[in-house]
């Protein structure tokens, strides 16, 4: 797909729906020492779901740490499938860890991977992201948390989730960062064109996130493009209640105050 095609199209999105270009502040907090991981039930869901990870390499110099937790299930796809992935990371200057095959070996592997980084961020499938290896990939992360302070931001793609706490903006940088790096997936997107669709995804989670978050009879929000996630600061084994982030995370927020 041609990107520029593609930027194109945002700008006349933007003009048809009179939202601004929005325009990144230049100071950002960096914090280049801290590390989002993200979980990813399958090779491509890491882009999908990775959003916020993103932005937080971008704007605040965070490393990523792509976390593989299958190659999927088509075995004969399967060696494809880690090349493509491996591509796709190089192009996003994430880091790569693939998991083993056996459950019982990734779940000691994410503990370890867990104490290595203390990331202060982590990114997975809610546990209703209606596909098996989401929600295996769920309870996997639920299995780790209990010897790990951080905190998890549950996202969804293909299952509603029904008690989601903010609505994070993709500007469209990030966006067609996305969609460059799905092209990475290449047979991926053969069989089911995700890059081609996920600007219809995203605009449609800013209509449902606006809904949901602000107070009813609000304006909506001033987003083309976003992604709902449930943010939970864990501690000691255990979510904390008071925990209450800002319901939305424009282009223009610094993510880590956000965050805090």
């Not at 499938?125 to 998890?152: F, I, S, W, Y």
């Not at 793609?157 to 092209?183: G, I």
């Not at 996920?198 to 602000?214: F, K, N, P, Y």
Request: proline share 5%; net charge positive; hydrophobic share 40%.
């Amino acid at each position: 797909m041609s990107i520029t095609i593609l930027k194109r199209h945002l700008q006349d999105f933007r003009k048809l729906l009179s939202l601004p270009h929005t325009r990144i502040k230049s100071v950002h907090r960096f914090t280049p020492k801290q590390t989002v991981l993200v979980l990813s039930p399958h090779p491509d869901d890491e882009i999908l779901m990775g959003a916020l990870a993103l932005r937080l390499q971008s704007e605040n110099k965070m490393k990523v740490v792509n976390v593989a937790v299958t190659m999927g299930s088509n075995k004969a796809r399967q060696k494809v499938r880690r090349i493509e992935l491996t591509k796709a990371t190089k192009l996003l200057k994430w880091d790569n860890v693939i998991l083993a095959d056996d459950w019982s070996k990734k779940k000691t592997q994410l503990a370890a991977l867990l104490k290595k980084h203390k990331p202060v961020l982590v990114i997975a499938p809610h546990v209703k992201d209606r596909h098996p290896t989401h929600e295996q990939t769920a309870q996997l992360l639920l299995g780790c948390l209990k010897t790990c302070d951080t905190t998890v931001a549950w996202a969804e793609y293909w299952n509603l989730q029904n008690n989601p706490n903010c609505l994070v903006e993709v500007p469209d940088a990030e966006h067609l960062r996305q969609v460059s790096a799905l092209e990475c997936h290449k047979g991926e997107i053969e069989r089911n064109p995700y890059h081609l669709r996920l600007l219809g995804w995203q605009m449609d989670t800013v209509r449902r996130g606006s809904e949901w978050l602000a107070q009813k009879g609000a304006p909506s929000v001033t987003m083309l493009a976003g992604q709902l996630y449930r943010l939970e600061k864990w501690h000691n084994g255990k979510a904390v209640r008071s925990f209450k982030p800002a319901p939305f995370a424009h282009a223009t927020d610094d993510l880590t105050d956000w965050l805090e």
